[in-house]
């Protein structure tokens, strides 16, 4: 009986360890995060997560000409990849560090968890106004301040000039152009494709709704609305479920090892991404210097249209006790000539600078070589401003995009397809609010 | 006998102070968060609120078609996972069983080394050759003209169980190979004696004598696979494959807590899956125990 007894209890322990991984998860953060605070002389310690590209270089820089405030960068794996459960388990268990960056898309579920502080009294009025209005927008929830925005990601689509001057392919302006210009390339090269629909990233999809003139999230008094199958959406869904159908586009995981493999072998030569791509091609494919150029993403009418494709905040968190200094090195991260060059200066980022003033600052600072000495800059400065103003976030966003990866992962040839993906991350938000007590139409 | 007891004391105090912190507290604060739901009020920006909620999370868990199909999924995974592991490893057991010394000891160490790689190095690499402009072996199955999408929802489950086997296949051989070692040598001269080929051995000699060690694998395996995780999640991760994040209920409880912050219904769903664990323990426990029973009782 004993023996069977302790298998009995192996097999517990074996679930009770699933158990404990729950329940002690976030003990890898960093426990000097708070225990620092305020040393009467000397300067102040912040500590900083973050993924951006350049985040090291911008964080000697704040070290070297600062004193005062001293902060220790740690990086973390992007946020969808795992970054947000650290974070999030960080502050359950109350070691997370001052700051944080959060995209825009997560920005409200952190603070509907009540993860973060409000910085409306160190972050002014006045800081704000330097910024592209939607995403002080992005970043104002309930009537207050909770994070600094750093980049905007107006979309763009990149391509190999040396193929498309090869296949004698013209750059589209238009969706139906794009689309034309797709079957071009297969009957050029029956392995090449023009672009890549990403199953695993919601997040590509809802740049193209967004650009569209959708809006999944409306806040309306005390009660969302959501609505992720509206006429805009239902559009691109029907669009690229054609591309998909007729085969004129790569299905692969997003900055996966079959997506750079493609992209080096010359199989896919173009990317439907954001600003910050420029600095991600150059850093992934330095071989191909020279063949890539950008152009404005696609629109339905000709006219400029985009929309948001991540774009980076630093968000102060709950128990952070120093508040004032991390607004004072987040702003200088977002504001300041000194903290945008150092971010670019490093070669791996094009970010696309939320404070006016700034951009000619990181136009110079990026070396557009790689672009064949094409203005990127001026590129993104018209999409930028062509970003629609309707689009705001929900607070379920880890559940929507969840639940849509999920239904992209199922998408097959005569099977459900990317509306019946889109309809059950409509469901499962809507289920999602509802649970949390909050008032839902849709 | 006063000393036995001290010893006895003693030497037990270690195992249940970690007993105690790593299983007993553990287990009763997830008992303790899945009686909680965090509320929040007006959009929601106003912060949360911790409200007990009683067996609401249980009830969402169940009442969630994601939560059972993961069930639906392991019920799956079994009917294909153990019959194959079981005819593999028993098959592969009888080969080295009478094959030359010298062979044996070289497949039995080939055949159990890919057990010595962890679980996520081993789901890692075969993503790797599951993936159809990278592996060699889809483009050579390709090339034979056979077309198999490894990422798809018919080729998921396949490619999970096929990942499965080629951990376990050689840890479950090196049992059964054992159990094979320690049948009496004369029963088997007997039969060669009576004149039984090799086939004749192996199936009705040899096969019999281990139906214990085939039950209890084959048990084990049905308890072990309800903590399924690790290779599916890294089929999910990364690849765009028809291996959603609540494949498994281990997998459901994972997203639960950090994809969508509600640690409550995480709570829940582990507790659910622990006690289905620890029913299916109690279970295999009494019939394993019967059996012994039994056997005892003929011989």
Redesign the interface.
Not at chain 2, 257 to 263: E, H, I, K, Q, T
């Given at each position: 009986m004993t023996r069977s007894w302790s298998r009995t209890s192996r097999v517990i322990a074996g679930t009770a360890t699933a158990l404990a991984v729950l329940t002690a998860c976030g003990g890898s953060g960093d426990d000097t995060a708070n225990s620092t605070a305020k040393k009467p002389n000397g300067p102040v310690t912040l500590t900083f997560w973050g993924w951006a590209k350049g985040s090291k270089d911008v964080v000697d820089a704040f070290n070297a000409s600062h004193t005062d405030i001293q902060v220790k960068f740690e990086e973390i794996p992007s946020g969808t990849a795992g970054g947000y459960a650290k974070i999030s388990n960080a502050v359950k268990a109350g070691n997370a560090p001052d700051l944080v960056s959060i995209e825009y898309s997560s920005l409200p579920e952190f603070v509907s968890s009540g993860a973060l502080q409000d910085i409306g009294g160190e972050f002014t009025e006045a800081d704000r106004a330097k910024l592209l209005p939607q995403t002080v927008e992005l970043t104002t929830l309930g009537g207050k301040s909770w994070a600094v925005p750093f980049d905007a990601a107006p979309q763009a689509f990149f391509y190999r000039k040396d193929l498309f001057a090869k296949y004698k392919l013209q750059v589209p302006t238009t969706w139906d152009e794009f689309k034309k210009a797709a079957e071009q390339v297969r009957k050029a090269d029956a392995k090449a494709r023009i672009a890549t629909f990403f199953p695993d990233d919601p997040t590509t999809f809802e740049a193209m709704a967004w650009q569209a003139g959708a809006q999944w999230f409306k806040a309306e008094n005390d009660t969302w609305k959501i609505d992720t199958t509206d006429a805009a959406t239902t559009k691109v869904a029907g669009y690229w479920q054609g591309l998909l159908d007729a085969g004129l586009v790569h299905k692969n995981a997003s900055f996966s090892p079959e997506w750079t493999g493609s992209l080096k072998n010359g199989t896919t030569i173009g990317y439907l991404g954001a600003s910050w791509g420029a600095g991600v091609l150059k850093g992934t494919l330095p071989e191909q210097d020279g063949k890539w150029g950008v152009a404005p993403m696609p629109s339905w009418d000709g006219k400029p249209a985009s929309g948001m494709l991540g774009g980076t905040s630093f968000a102060v968190t709950k128990d952070s006790k120093q508040r004032a200094a991390a607004v004072t090195f987040a702003e200088w991260m977002s504001t300041t000539e000194a903290g945008v060059k150092a971010r670019i200066a490093s070669g791996t980022s094009s970010a696309f600078p939320a404070a006016t003033a700034l951009r000619p600052v990181a136009k110079k600072a990026f070396d557009a070589s790689y672009y064949g000495g094409q203005d990127i800059y001026a590129l993104f400065e018209a999409a930028g401003a062509s970003i629609s103003p309707n689009w705001a976030w929900g607070p379920t966003t880890g559940t929507t995009n969840t639940t849509i990866k999920d239904h992209f992962g199922k998408i097959t040839q005569d099977g459900p397809g990317i509306a019946d993906a889109v309809k059950a991350g409509h469901d499962a938000t809507v289920a999602e609010l509802t649970k949390r007590g909050l008032k839902v139409e849709g | 006998m006063k000393a036995r007891t001290r010893a006895a004391t003693i030497l037990l105090t270690p195992f249940f102070l970690l007993f105690t912190v790593?299983?007993v507290v553990?287990?009763g604060?997830?008992v303790w968060?899945s009686l909680f739901?965090?509320?929040?009020?007006?959009?929601?920006?106003?912060?949360?609120e911790t409200v007990f909620t009683g067996l609401d999370n249980y009830t969402?868990a169940l009442g969630d078609r994601a939560f059972r199909e993961g069930f639906g999924v392991l019920l799956g995974y079994c009917l294909l996972y153990i019959p194959l592991l079981l005819a593999g490893a028993l098959g592969l057991a009888l080969l080295l069983d009478s094959a030359l010394a010298r062979a044996r000891r070289f497949f039995q160490l080939a055949l159990f080394l890919p057990h010595a790689v962890p679980g996520i190095i081993a789901a890692l690499i075969w993503v790797?050759l599951y993936?159809?402009?990278?592996s060699p072996v889809v483009q050579a199955m390709e090339a034979g003209g056979i077309g198999f999408d490894f990422?798809?929802?018919e080729g998921a489950l396949p490619s999970v169980v096929n990942i499965a086997l080629w951990e376990w296949l050689g840890y479950n051989m090196v049992i059964f190979y054992a159990a094979l070692q320690a049948i009496d040598r004369s029963v088997l001269e007997a039969a060669t004696v009576d004149g039984a080929g090799a086939w004749r051995i192996a199936f009705s000699v040899k096969v019999p004598l281990v139906k214990a060690s085939l039950a209890m694998v084959a048990l084990?395996t049905i308890?072990?696979s309800?903590?399924l995780?690790t290779e599916p999640l890294i089929l999910?991760?990364?690849?765009?494959?028809?291996?959603?994040?609540?494949w498994t209920p281990?997998m459901y409880?994972?997203?639960a807590?950090?994809?969508?912050?509600?640690?409550g219904l995480?709570?829940a769903a582990?507790?659910l899956?622990?006690l289905t664990?620890?029913l299916?323990?109690?279970a295999?426990?009494r019939m394993?125990?019967r059996r012994k029973a039994g056997k005892e009782r003929t011989a």
């Open positions: - | 790593v299983m553990p287990i604060y997830a968060l739901t965090e509320k929040q009020s007006g959009l929601g920006f106003g912060g949360t969402a790797y993936t159809p402009q990278l990422f798809s929802p084990f308890i072990g309800l903590q995780f999910n991760k990364g690849t765009g494959s028809a291996v959603t994040s609540t281990n409880a994972y997203t807590a950090f994809d969508r912050n509600d640690y995480a709570a582990s507790v899956l622990a664990a620890a299916l323990s109690f295999v426990t394993t125990g």
